[in-house]
């Protein structure tokens, strides 16, 4: 029953448009600021010497990567909440792979930890320099491996929220059909950098980021503006139709 909406809904909806905005700027700090400004491409030690003269900003990225992670789950219960009652099979189905997406992405803040423990800990010092840096360098590639794992999930279970938004009629059919594509965009993407990683040289984040992106920023300031309304008649056929989470940058 998508005609009528009770108060959980609505309430609920905000709740999902508030942490979808609240994520992109924490997200590009930690992704793209912290690590543009410690990783050296192709050089362990100077970026190990990096992060280790910048111990704080790193663990800075790593606590913003947490609070969009926490984000996260608010956002996944809320869009269930929310979307329930348009078919609750397929919204448990989304919830699980985003859940499995937000654990993925939480391994990944670990790897990061670790990263700190290896190039910092009394006990790793029996390592020459050139190791602690080589060992700390896998660890980050890590990093960028369970974000990948991670967009792939995202990609499985956003464009089935999204066709439950478009189901729904509580948004307009535009919007939820932009997270449909763009969502699809991130799941065949991530899935082609685990067979091909060399693609990603070619496939840029813009390419695959920026739609989802676009559409994270559009629906959530459209459920915080605007919240969430009952279908027109005939499901809103004739209604004017109208962003794991931004992209992360994936050391390699």
């Known amino acids: 029953m998508t005609d009528t909406i009770d108060d959980t809904q609505r309430n609920w909806a905000r709740v999902v448009g508030i942490a979808y905005l609240f994520a992109i700027i924490p997200s590009f700090f930690a992704e793209f600021y912290v690590l543009d400004q410690l990783i050296v491409t192709g050089d362990a030690l100077a970026t190990a010497a990096n992060i280790v003269a910048n111990e704080r900003l790193f663990r800075l990225g790593t606590a913003a990567n947490v609070l969009v992670f926490a ?145 994270e920023i559009a629906i959530g300031l459209w459920l915080v503006t605007k919240g969430i309304s009952p279908p027109r008649s005939g499901h809103a056929d004739g209604m004017i139709s109208g962003v794991v989470l931004p992209m992360r940058k994936q050391p390699a």
Not at 111 to 119: E, G
Not at 169 to 195: E, N
Request: net charge neutral.
């Open 71 to 215: 984000a996260d789950v608010l956002l996944i219960a809320g869009l269930y909440i929310v979307l329930e009652k348009v078919n609750r099979n397929l919204a448990l189905v989304a919830v699980l792979f985003r859940m499995l997406e937000t654990a993925m992405l939480l391994i990944a803040a670990l790897n990061d930890l670790d990263v700190i423990r290896i190039l910092t800990a009394d006990y790793m010092q029996v390592f020459e320099p050139d190791r602690l840096a080589a060992i700390a360098r896998t660890s980050l590639g890590a990093h960028g491996a369970a974000y990948n794992l991670g967009l792939m999930l995202f990609g499985l279970g956003s464009p089935v929220f999204c066709y439950l938004w478009l189901k729904s009629g509580y948004i307009p059919k535009a919007l939820a059909g932009l997270g449909i594509i763009s969502s699809v965009v991130v799941a065949i993407c991530a899935f082609t950098f685990i067979i091909f990683p060399e693609a990603g040289k070619v496939v840029t984040v813009a390419f695959y980021g920026g739609p989802i992106l676009l559409f």
